[in-house]
């Protein structure tokens, strides 16, 4: 998209190349206005993890980015945030809200909503992770591993008499 399409189609495209991108993951949330107004982009993004080329895995991480532009955006930075996080943390999700924070700054001018729903992605792949079970859970669990090591080193012992 060239920078010298107006505001107004400059934001179109982007929503139309979103849309063949996402799909049902993409929601419109701009208001109707009377006499069918513009109006600046409003959408949020139901992101996963990005999928590595190795097999598909479990999803355990997921969160919604939603954008509010202003009537300059790409001019100026949208709005950016986080909702309905699974599997994260609020810390983990506070520091995925101040990449995006920076990454929008850095793009400014141009067209970014791809780029950060992209870095979204990226951000939960490399924190999918299944979540802690209870303290009490994870507890018997390092017991157990530490049973099986403790009987692997007997069994070695034992091998090398």
């Known amino acids: 998209m060239s920078s010298g399409d107006s505001i107004e189609a400059r934001q179109n495209n982007e929503f139309e190349a979103l849309q063949a991108i996402y799909g049902i993951d993409l929601k419109d949330l701009r208001k109707k206005t009377a006499w069918n107004r513009w109006t ?8 996963k993890p990005q999928q590595g080329s190795v097999g598909t895995h479990e999803i355990y991480a997921t969160i919604d980015l939603h954008i509010v532009c202003d009537e300059l955006y790409p001019e100026n930075c949208p709005r950016i945030y986080l909702e309905n996080s699974k599997g994260l943390s609020q810390t983990t999700v506070a520091e995925l809200q101040m990449l995006l ?6 793009l400014k001018g141009e067209e970014m909503i ?3 729903a992209q870095c979204v992605e990226e951000f939960l792949h490399s924190h999918n992770k299944p979540t802690s079970k209870s303290f009490y859970d994870e ?6 591993e530490k049973e099986e090591r403790d009987l692997q080193a ?3 012992e034992q091998d090398l008499k």
Do not use: C, Y
Request: charged residues 30%; glycine residues 0%.
């Open 154 to 156: 007997r069994q070695l």
């Open 114 to 116: 791809f780029q950060l």
């Open 139 to 144: 507890m018997l669990k390092r017991h157990k």
């Open 101 to 106: 924070e920076q990454k929008s700054k850095d």
């Open 40 to 47: 600046p982009l409003n959408l949020s993004l139901s992101l």
